[in-house]
């Protein structure tokens, strides 16, 4: 995979933009918690605090970085007052969810159950620690390196 380093000359300038903001909010809307599609746009927002905005945020290989990404690339493609009003709809809708988001991963934060360090047990088989596992689990065999490198 050839890596293309980032340069604002890259960024590419959308031509349809009508259809582009169409395809977008199609895309976006697809992206959002059942309460929200079927009811045109822009988008509701009465939610009753039932929605897991964690998932939302963690949707798809790069989440929220691929809609801030095809945001950005329809911003910078806006030649019109009219397209501006679209885009800044968009975005208002996409900064509510963002906050969502942020809220629900804050509380997830405050209640998560405190996690003890647990210090790996030595066994016959292995005396590197990263190699241990829990009791009742399959233990690994250290490979032929390691036994002739402990004398074995």
């Known amino acids: 995979m050839k890596v293309r380093k980032f340069s604002a000359?890259?960024?590419?300038?959308?031509?349809?933009?009508?259809?582009?903001?169409?395809?977008?909010?199609?895309?976006?809307?697809s992206c959002q918690p059942a309460w929200r599609r079927?009811?045109?746009?822009?988008?509701?927002?009465?939610?009753?605090?039932?929605?897991?905005?964690?998932k939302v945020?963690?949707?798809?290989q790069n989440g929220l970085f691929l809609i801030v990404l095809s945001t950005a690339w329809w911003a910078y493609s806006i030649r019109s007052e009219k397209?501006?009003?679209?885009f800044d709809e968009a975005v208002d809708d996409l900064k509510w969810v963002i906050g969502?988001?942020?809220v629900s991963l804050m509380a997830?934060?405050?209640?998560?159950?405190s996690i003890q360090p647990v210090s790996p047990k030595k066994t016959p088989e292995s005396s590197v620690p990263w190699m241990t596992r829990e009791a009742g689990k399959r233990q690994p065999k250290p490979s032929r390196k390691l036994v002739e490198a402990r004398g074995g």
């Open 9 to 29: 000359d890259n960024v590419p300038f959308v031509s349809d933009l009508s259809s582009y903001r169409d395809h977008w909010v199609k895309w976006w809307t």
């Open 100 to 102: 969502q988001v942020t």
């Open 57 to 60: 945020g963690a949707r798809g």
């Open 108 to 113: 997830l934060q405050t209640s998560r159950p």
């Open 83 to 86: 397209e501006w009003a679209e």
């Open 38 to 54: 079927g009811k045109g746009w822009p988008l509701p927002r009465e939610d009753e605090g039932t929605t897991n905005w964690v």
